[in-house]
C-alpha cells in the first residue's frame, strides 16, 4: 500500500480533534506534522530506554510525565 493512500480527511478530524480549527487543504501535512512531532519524539525516547535499560532515562521520563500530571497547563 501506498503511503499516501490513507483518508485525507483523517488527518483534519485528528487536528479538529486537538481543540484547533480545520486548516486549510494545503498546510493540513504541515500542522498534522508539527502535532505528531511530540509523540514521535517520546515514543523513541522510550524505545531508546528500552535498548539501553538505563535506570537514568526511566527516571528522566517518570519526571516529565509526573510534571505533565501535576502541571498540565
Do not use: H, T, Y
Not at 13 to 29: H, T, V, Y
Not at 35 to 47: A, K, N, V
Not at 60 to 66: E, R, T
Amino acid at each position: 500500500m501506498a503511503g499516501g493512500s490513507e483518508n485525507p480527511d483523517s488527518k483534519g478530524n485528528f487536528i479538529l480533534q486537538q481543540g484547533l480549527e480545520r486548516p486549510a487543504q494545503e498546510s493540513c501535512p504541515i500542522r498534522f506534522s508539527a502535532l505528531m512531532f511530540q509523540p514521535r519524539l517520546l515514543g523513541s525516547f522510550i524505545l531508546l530506554a528500552v535498548i539501553l535499560q538505563s535506570p537514568a532515562i526511566f527516571l528522566v521520563l517518570s519526571g516529565i510525565l509526573w510534571w505533565n500530571v501535576l502541571i498540565p497547563a
